[in-house]
């Protein structure tokens, strides 16, 4: 397999065809997302602690309709998101293959597409996932209680034992999804047929399936790092702009400011992982076609 061919090939596609910018961009909100670190210092907070969970006990029982409003809201929204995550994941698989192949398509064959073989491809997220949730549940628990009952050596052994299956498998069962959704796509086969077949295919190509996906882990990772250069290089100065406004205007002056460095810094963020979901599904769209025509 020529690896820099495929590589080449899906840098093109995705830069050329900017119609698919759209699918990326549904599936991106979906996966992975932004990462919020909280750090909270437990320093002198011993004695307040009651204090902190009477309060929000109480607020909680005072505006419970409210909080259930939100809850359900969110909830209502992450659905919707996902949705179209799924719908989108079908469409980019189906377009790409159009395009290898030669074909004119658009976004109206997305949308065509992504309702084709939307249910399949959600039941096969559903499958998958409910099966990596069980293999936690089952090997997570008794560690769990482990810990709870304070037999921390047991419970330490037992965790290593855990992540040593769980990791091969949880890596096994992403890899087995990537083929299996391009079965059911462009094979136009049915989930479980798709997840046996996809299991051979990597039984038989083990080596060039794990390359490749090394091979788009690091070029995710040095995009990462480029991004996370850019941001700061940009973030400071926004950052400084900030403090500047809220020292000559106060709170409400530093909003401005402050609310379009968040804007931007989001907007770089999620343009580039739009762009690198549709290299990393025009990809392995191309290393599909490839090993299923060898």
Not at 123 to 150: A, E, M, Q, R, T
Request: with cysteine; charged share 10%; net charge positive.
């Amino acid at each position: 397999m020529d690896y820099l061919k495929i590589l080449k090939r899906a840098y093109q596609i995705t830069i050329k065809h900017k119609f698919l910018w759209l699918f990326g961009f549904l599936v991106a909100l979906t996966s992975g997302g932004i990462n919020f670190n909280l750090n909270f210092s437990s320093q002198g907070m011993g004695d307040q602690f009651p204090k902190i969970a009477e309060g929000i006990g109480d607020f909680v029982i005072i505006n419970w309709i409210l909080i259930l409003i939100i809850l359900v809201f969110l909830f209502l929204l992450f659905l919707a998101f996902w949705i179209l995550s799924i719908f989108s994941q079908s469409a980019l698989i189906g377009c790409v293959n159009k395009i290898d192949r030669g074909e004119s398509t658009g976004m109206k064959d997305g949308f065509i597409i992504g309702k084709t073989y939307f249910w399949r491809m959600l039941g096969l997220s559903l499958l998958i996932g409910i099966i990596i949730f069980l293999s936690v549940l089952i090997l997570g628990g008794p560690v769990v209680l482990l810990f709870v009952y304070k037999l921390w050596l047991r419970a330490v052994v037992l965790l290593l034992l855990a992540l040593l299956i769980l990791i091969p498998e949880i890596v096994l069962f992403s890899l087995i999804l990537k083929y299996a959704q391009r079965y059911i796509v462009i094979a136009r086969k049915g989930i479980f047929e798709s997840i046996k077949l996809s299991f051979v295919m990597i039984k038989k190509n083990l080596g060039p399936t794990i390359l490749i996906a090394l091979i788009l882990i690091g070029i995710s990772l040095l995009v990462g790092i480029a991004m996370l250069t850019a941001l700061l290089i940009i973030g400071i100065p926004m950052i400084f702009l900030t403090g500047l406004a809220f020292a000559v205007a106060g709170l409400i002056g530093a909003l401005f400011p402050a609310l379009l460095g968040i804007l931007l810094l989001f907007a770089i963020s999620i343009s580039i992982r739009t762009l690198l979901t549709v290299f990393d599904y025009t990809v392995w769209t191309l290393v599909f076609k490839q090993l299923k025509k060898d």
